[in-house]
């Protein structure tokens, strides 16, 4: 059987055709047998892969659900429907879903994959009223950053390790209740087999060995990918001596960190000092 080749710049919408047929052809089914899945005929779905059709938010979920993409394609569904993310970001999401490690620092904000529906809106909204931002890419940015996080549900699950500044924990975004209940989130999280949350305090002070916000993820074969922003955009790194001089860094960092059990006491005492105050 002749398989019609795509050609990935044809249009917006190829890469996802790419995408879908790629990983339905790896598990073995035929379009007759995935398009009742996606709730659609075997023509809609082969007009789809051929990027002769966009594709639906809900086929994307769907397409994630039987092939157990875990995420990608809603994520990648998202990069071409949604401007509103920081160009480079949506690269990087997709990557991470597929990634055997997560390691992430981050320095005043609690991590995306981290955060709590209520606390990522806080930060959007807070950007709306500041007028970066329109209500309507307010609310696109908060699905993104949730679908992101189906990956922490993925089976096998990634191992995920994340440093926080002491600044994520003392910054009150959302207000009280939101802070409280994002704290507990993150306590909830360390409980996980999987998950890996250290603080890093200030008392650390020139020792800690980032400046800035940084992203590692290993692949399944293995290869270490970096991720930075700017103000503009966000990149991939690729290059092996600068990755390697980013995780030896990060390593150097869980070492001064506080342990795990010292970090979730500290987070639990910062969550008991917000409880506390007077409202």
């Known amino acids: 059987m002749n398989k019609k080749k ?22 073995g089914i035929l379009q007759e047998e995935l398009a009742p899945l996606l709730e659609c005929s075997a023509s809609h779905l082969s007009y789809i892969e051929l990027a002769h059709r966009p594709p639906s938010r809900k086929l994307a979920e769907l397409a994630d659900i039987a092939l157990d ?35 992430i620092f981050e320095i ?22 500041q ?7 307010a609310e696109e940015r908060i699905s993104f950053r ?41 306590e909830q999280l360390s409980a996980r087999p999987n998950v890996v949350i250290q603080v890093a305090p200030f008392s650390l002070g020139e020792n800690r060995p980032f ?10 074969n293995r290869r270490v990918l970096a991720y930075g922003e700017t103000e503009q955009r966000g990149y991939i790194d690729r290059d092996i001596k600068s990755v390697a001089a980013l995780a030896n860094s990060y390593d150097r960092l869980a070492i001064e960190a506080l342990g795990r059990a ?18």
């Open 6 to 27: 795509i050609d990935p710049e044809s249009s917006p919408w190829a890469p996802f055709g790419i995408q879908l047929r790629n990983s339905r052809e790896a598990r």
């Open 69 to 103: 993409t875990g995420g990608t394609m809603l994520l990648m569904w998202y990069q071409l429907k949604n401007a509103a993310i920081l160009e480079g970001f949506p690269e990087y999401a997709r990557y991470e879903a597929l990634a055997e490690q997560i390691r």
């Open 108 to 129: 005043n904000l609690v991590a995306g994959l981290l955060q709590t529906r209520a606390y990522a809106t806080a930060i959007q909204m807070g950007d709306v009223r």
């Open 131 to 137: 007028g970066g931002s329109t209500q309507e890419l």
């Open 146 to 186: 949730l679908a992101r996080q189906q990956v922490l549900e993925r089976t096998p699950p990634p191992l995920v390790h994340v440093v926080l500044d002491e600044s994520c924990l003392r910054r009150v975004v959302g207000g009280r209740d939101v802070m409280v209940e994002q704290l507990l989130h993150l």
């Open 211 to 220: 400046t800035q916000m940084a992203h590692l993820l290993t692949m399944p």
């Open 262 to 279: 010292e970090s979730l006491a500290f987070i639990r005492a910062a969550r008991r000092d917000l409880e506390w105050m007077s409202t």
